[in-house]
C-alpha cells in the first residue's frame, strides 16, 4: 500500500500513477482466469479500461453505473454518467468490481444493485484506489492501494488527462 504525502501548508498530495501501479500489483495478484472486470463510472471505469490492457486481456472491461439504483436519486436526479455495460455474461462470473474512491460505501451499494439485475455471479470483489473512511454502510475493498483520512468537507476526484494518466484533486465541498 502506497502511503500518501502532504504538501505546503499541510495540503494532501496523492501520486495517481504510483496508485494506479500498486492497483495493477494488486488486481494481478487477484485476477483468475476467470475474473472479470467491471469499473464503476466513471473512475473507476477509467482504471478497469487501463487495467484491462495493462492486464493483457481480451475485448473491454464492464462498465457499471450507479445512477439508477442510488439512494440519494430524488436529490442528484439522473447524470450524465456512462450506462451500465457489461460485455460478459454476470451468471457465474468472478467479477471485481473497481472504484477510483471509496468512501461512504453508498455508491458500491448501488452499483452491486444494478451488477445483480444482470444476473447472479459467483463472486464480487471490490478494488479501489483510495480507501477514505467514513463508511455509512458496511462495505470493505478487498484490496485498497493506499487510506487517507479526509474530512467531509473535502471531496477526492480522480481525473484522467489526454494520455490517459491519472491525478487525484482535492477540492472543498
Same mark, same amino acid.
Given at each position: 500500500?502506497?502511503?500518501?504525502?502532504?504538501?505546503?501548508? &499541510?495540503?494532501?498530495?496523492?501520486?495517481?500513477?504510483?496508485?494506479?501501479?500498486?492497483?495493477?500489483?494488486?488486481?494481478?495478484?487477484?485476477?483468475?482466469?476467470?475474473?472479470?472486470?467491471?469499473?464503476?463510472?466513471?473512475? &473507476?471505469?477509467?482504471?478497469?479500461?487501463?487495467?484491462?490492457?495493462?492486464?493483457?486481456?481480451?475485448?473491454?472491461?464492464?462498465?457499471?453505473?450507479?445512477?439508477?439504483?442510488?439512494?440519494?436519486? !430524488?436529490?442528484? &436526479?439522473?447524470?450524465?454518467?456512462?450506462?451500465?455495460?457489461?460485455?460478459?455474461?454476470?451468471?457465474?462470473?468472478?467479477?471485481?468490481?473497481?472504484?477510483?474512491?471509496?468512501?461512504?460505501?453508498?455508491?458500491?451499494?448501488?452499483?452491486?444493485?444494478?451488477?445483480?439485475?444482470?444476473?447472479?455471479? !459467483?463472486?464480487?470483489?471490490?478494488?479501489?484506489?483510495?480507501?477514505?473512511?467514513?463508511?455509512?454502510?458496511?462495505?470493505?475493498?478487498?484490496?485498497? !492501494?493506499?487510506?487517507? !483520512?479526509?474530512?467531509?468537507?473535502?471531496?477526492?476526484?480522480?481525473?484522467?488527462?489526454?494520455? &490517459?494518466?491519472?491525478?487525484?484533486?482535492?477540492?472543498?465541498?
Amino acid at each position: 500500500m502506497t502511503t500518501p504525502s502532504f504538501g505546503p501548508a &499541510g495540503s494532501l498530495v496523492l501520486d495517481a500513477e504510483a496508485l494506479y501501479r500498486e492497483l495493477l500489483r494488486g488486481v494481478r495478484s487477484m485476477h483468475t482466469g476467470t475474473t472479470r472486470l467491471a469499473g464503476i463510472a466513471s473512475g &473507476g471505469a477509467w482504471l478497469a479500461d487501463r487495467l484491462q490492457k495493462d492486464l493483457g486481456l481480451e475485448g473491454p472491461a464492464g462498465v457499471l453505473s450507479s445512477v439508477m439504483h442510488r439512494d440519494d436519486f !430524488a436529490q442528484r &436526479g439522473l447524470s450524465a454518467s456512462a450506462q451500465t455495460s457489461l460485455p460478459f455474461d454476470v451468471n457465474g462470473a468472478d467479477v471485481l468490481v473497481l472504484d477510483d474512491v471509496l468512501y461512504t460505501g453508498r455508491t458500491i451499494r448501488a452499483v452491486l444493485n444494478e451488477l445483480f439485475d444482470y444476473g447472479r455471479p !459467483a463472486s464480487v470483489r471490490l478494488a479501489v484506489l483510495v480507501d477514505r473512511g467514513g463508511r455509512e454502510l458496511p462495505v470493505q475493498a478487498d484490496f485498497a !492501494a493506499a487510506r487517507v !483520512a479526509l474530512p467531509p468537507s473535502q471531496s477526492l476526484a480522480l481525473a484522467r488527462d489526454a494520455q &490517459g494518466r491519472f491525478q487525484f484533486q482535492v477540492k472543498e465541498v
